[in-house]
């Protein structure tokens, strides 16, 4: 089984999933940890039952994103100078993980 972009709700101590390879990303509900749904990139060969979405194409995990965060700016931490941020540009970059 290939690796999969995936949402997961974070271990109860706050920890990232056995299943997930690279995580952390687009997070959702950011500030209350036993609840917060990240996304990332599972592990090769890893039991998905434990995932909250599974996404088959980046189309849909724009859709998912765009439920709780939309375009707007951000602050580049290193200019730190304010930025456009695109919920498709950064999706594409999560979807990038897989090659």
């Known amino acids: 089984m290939a690796k999969k972009i995936i949402s997961y709700k974070l271990n109860e ?4 999933p056995d299943f997930v390879g690279d995580g952390g990303y687009l997070a959702k509900d950011a500030n209350d940890t ?3 749904v990240c ?5 090769d060969g890893a039991d998905l039952s434990g ?3 599974e996404f088959a194409d980046e189309a849909s995990a724009v859709t998912y994103v765009e439920t709780y965060l939309s375009d707007s ?9 304010e930025r456009v941020f695109v919920v498709a540009d950064a999706v594409a970059d999560l979807f990038a993980k897989l090659a």
């Open 13 to 16: 101590d706050g920890t990232i």
């Open 34 to 36: 036993p609840n917060m």
């Open 39 to 43: 996304m990332g990139v599972s592990k």
């Open 51 to 53: 995932v909250v979405t």
């Open 73 to 81: 700016t951000t602050i580049d931490p290193v200019t730190n100078e």
